[in-house]
């Protein structure tokens, strides 16, 4: 069962949706003044009283009766106790709302002094012709709108908090019992760079503590070949897996990166080498001697990349051949980080957590439900790899 958000969490699941709410609040309002204006159009009112000088019930039923009022659509309601008619006309236009009233306080004050003999007929408020429309129903009008707005943005918010997946790292820890290694901040869009370099020293310093955590794990220290991969597809590995391998260049002189996903290929097209052979073509030729001649350096000091090659199908990576390529990729570099499909997507995954010294696993903020992670961890287990913890990408 779904564990409920804290106040402070929901505050800030809110405010990250706030665009959505300015969208939709806008919308809403833009909508109100479509209705207001061009449907329902402008409604321009003249009031006006009247003071006549005998009060009964038959009066009161005579001035709205359809003798008077004929086909005019006007308020009419008589006060006994005042004595006053009071007159409420509305209509689209300035011209008819004015020229009405004007023409049922004629006809009433003829009809009344025929029939009752009204003495005393006096205008108490004059009718004024209306130089703008009722800005009081308008405003009533896009308020309800913009109600309806937030009404729709609470159901929206409801719903995703329904649907929603992992929040936080207590979430991570106490529904899959694996160590969350570190929560990785939602980088704003000024920060991003096409390279998938991190700017902001924030979340740099979030990157490093990842680093340490997956390095001093007690369950398996000092890991060579660390696999990174998702509970889901297009949670941010490649991120991961990127930007780990230039904090670990900071400590080691030869760091590897390699690329092992066949269908996006994404660190592949990121240096460019989607044309060149990679490990893909080393498994499936088996020439472990050409290893080097497929890495090249990046534009990082002491990072390597391996590309993942022409080959396209994961059969290749099943071929005992794959455990000599990795036992001489050991032997010649410090640090091994691998990048790779969902663990729940593909075979391949698998294969390369049987091999590696750690697994990571990539949650996504929202995005990333519980039961991908938990299917995750048994995966990985099942081969008997080694689960060094989980990543919080793009915690809010």
């Not at 996903?261 to 990679?278: A, N, P, R, S």
Request: hydrophobic content about 40%.
């Amino acid at each position: 069962m779904m564990e409920e958000l804290d106040l402070k969490q929901m505050i800030k699941y809110i405010y990250k949706k706030k665009n959505i709410f300015i969208s939709i609040l806008l919308i809403s309002i833009l909508l109100g003044m479509i209705y207001t204006f061009l449907i329902k159009k402008p409604i321009y009112e003249v009031t006006a009283q009247i003071l006549i000088d005998k009060a009964d019930a038959s009066i009161e039923e005579f001035v709205i009766s359809k003798d008077v009022l004929k086909e005019r659509k006007i308020g009419v309601t008589f006060d006994k106790a005042t004595k006053l008619i009071h007159i409420t006309t509305k209509r689209n236009t300035a011209e008819e709302s004015f020229s009405l009233t004007n023409q049922y306080i004629e006809e009433l004050r003829q009809k009344l002094e025929e029939t009752y003999a009204i003495k005393t007929f006096s205008i108490i408020e004059t009718p004024q012709f209306p130089e703008q429309a009722n800005t009081i129903e308008c405003i009533q009008d896009i308020g309800i709108f913009a109600f309806i707005g937030l009404v729709l943005y609470v159901v929206y918010i409801m719903v995703r908090l329904g649907m929603r997946g992992v929040m936080t790292s207590s979430e991570i820890e106490n529904g899959t019992k694996m160590k969350v290694l570190g929560t990785i901040s939602l980088e704003k869009k000024k920060e991003k760079t096409k390279l998938y370099e991190i700017t902001n020293k924030k979340i740099s310093e979030e990157l490093k503590r990842t680093e340490v955590n997956i390095t001093l794990n007690k369950e398996n220290r000092e890991p060579q070949t660390i696999l990174v991969t998702g509970a889901k597809c297009g949670v941010g590995t490649t991120y991961i897996a990127k930007n780990l391998a230039n904090q670990y260049a900071k400590i080691y002189e030869k760091v590897l990166l390699i690329d092992t996903d066949i269908l996006e290929k994404t660190l592949t097209t990121l240096y460019k080498k989607q044309e060149e052979k990679g490990i893909s073509n080393l498994l499936k030729e088996n020439k472990t001697e050409e290893i080097e001649k497929l890495i090249t350096k990046t534009e990082k000091e002491h990072i390597s990349f391996l590309p993942v090659g022409t080959e396209k199908t994961e059969e290749f990576f099943l071929q005992p051949n794959r455990n000599a390529i990795f036992q001489k990729l050991k032997e010649t570099y410090d640090i091994i980080l691998i990048d790779t499909l969902s663990i729940n997507q593909k075979t391949l995954p698998l294969v390369l957590a049987s091999m590696a010294d750690a697994t990571v696993i990539v949650a996504e903020t929202e995005k990333t439900k519980m039961e991908d992670l938990i299917k995750a961890k048994v995966a990985v287990e099942n081969v008997g790899g080694k689960v060094s913890g989980v990543i919080l990408n793009k915690a809010i």
